[in-house]
């Protein structure tokens, strides 16, 4: 069984599944559909996995995909921590516009459940992360969208300073808020 609580974004959850331990090592469902669509009062069909590998510092988004092409995702952690930050992009939410940073690693296996609407990133906090999510929708990349990391209208604290950080040329020149949006 696992516990989803939502966050303050409507929609957004932090999934604990039950880990049972022993002198032998852990067991945990990383996935069960039914148990996940029931914790989060709706239905979910993922159907395409990705897995990351990065470095210490390296910060990967904002990044989204739009209309028909936007997706939910499941994140998690398999090795490492991460300072996972995702904002509200749905005109109509009461949220519109603000941003969940939290901390996801491989200790305690907790997951983010990010809604379809949402702009997502990371940084990777400890020495290496490599990162694994579902996501509901299929890439398409005529739809992919992206926000600057230290857009000013989100305020975002990043958890090591920006001369610290690495991005991908990409998302280097990646728009402010306002003008990803149009």
């Not at 983010?112 to 890439?139: E, Q």
Request: charged residues 25%.
């Amino acid at each position: 069984m696992i516990k989803a609580t939502e966050t303050k974004l409507k929609g957004c959850f932090i999934i604990e599944p039950a880990i049972f331990e022993d002198e032998r090592g852990y067991f945990f469902e990383s996935y069960n559909h039914r148990d996940f669509c029931e914790a989060i009062g709706q239905e979910i069909n993922f159907v395409q996995d990705n897995q990351s590998f990065s470095k210490k510092g390296v910060l990967r988004g904002l990044h989204f995909q739009k209309g028909k092409y936007a997706q939910a995702k499941l994140v998690s952690v398999l090795e490492g921590r991460i300072q996972d930050v995702v904002v509200d992009l749905r005109k109509k939410s009461p949220t519109f516009g603000e941003h969940l940073s939290i901390e996801l690693n491989s200790e305690d296996k907790r997951q983010l459940f990010v809604p379809r609407g949402f702009a997502h990133g990371f940084l990777t906090l400890s020495d290496v992360a490599k990162v694994f999510y579902k996501c509901d929708n299929y890439y398409n990349r005529e739809s992919e969208g992206g926000i600057r990391f230290d857009c000013p209208q989100f305020e975002i604290e990043w958890l090591i300073t920006t001369n610290g950080l690495q991005l991908s040329e990409k998302d280097k020149n990646l728009p402010n808020y306002l003008s990803a949006l149009t």
